[in-house]
């Protein structure tokens, strides 16, 4: 039995200003898959990835999520879907604890329409999600303390937390140091079939 793609991209385009970003593009991800984008500078990797993300729109083409058609206009509508987007600048807050990152802007409250922050409840969900990506240490700890590949971390557990389908990472190895990738490549790897897809656009990324 032929296993369903959770994502299928068609025929993907994308021209800016006297430049054709993307021509065509077809590319499908499985559940459980590792897909790499590898390609030049300039060859469409973030272009692919922020299309997919809803961050811009494509010119052209057609995409397919769990099985059915969708649209995804902003990145918030892809979150909707089930797609988390991780950029290369990560969003994560140095002010606040790990927890408070993994949940911000989505706390659990009680007292009804007095919508009162539950923070045990934060605390106890979040380190859930911790030891998920293997980061062993407390959901109280200030996010300040943390490394980059720690913080990197929180992000996709921020990501998981979210109900996360499809993770994207734009170059996430990018700022690490050698050990620190290793870790990161560590947690995404036990389950995940690995594929390479190869993008040779000189275009802007």
Do not use: W
Request: charge should be positive; include cysteine.
């Amino acid at each position: 039995m032929t296993q369903t793609a959770l994502l299928e991209l068609k025929g993907i385009c994308r021209r800016f200003p006297g430049v054709i970003a993307l021509d065509d593009v077809d590319l499908d991800v499985n559940p459980g898959e590792i897909v790499a984008l590898i390609g030049e500078n300039g060859a469409g990797k973030s272009t692919l990835m922020k299309i997919i993300g809803g961050v811009i729109q494509p010119d052209a083409g057609t995409m397919r999520f769990a099985g059915r058609e969708v649209i995804v206009r902003s990145p918030r509508e892809a979150g909707l879907q089930g797609i988390e987007f991780i950029h290369q600048e990560l969003s994560v807050l140095d002010n606040l604890d790990v927890a408070a990152n993994i949940f911000l802007m989505r706390e659990p409250t009680y007292g009804g329409p007095l919508k009162l922050i539950d923070r045990q409840k934060i605390y106890v969900e979040a380190d859930k999600y911790l030891l998920k990506v293997g980061l062993e240490i407390s959901s109280r700890t200030p996010l300040s303390l943390l490394s980059i590949a720690q913080r990197q971390l929180v992000e996709i557990a921020r990501a998981l937390s979210a109900g996360a389908r499809l993770l994207i990472m734009d170059e996430p190895t990018s700022s690490l140091t050698l050990s620190e990738s290793k870790l990161l490549l560590q947690i995404v790897r036990p389950k995940g079939r690995r594929r390479q897809h190869y993008l040779h656009y000189p275009s802007p990324r």
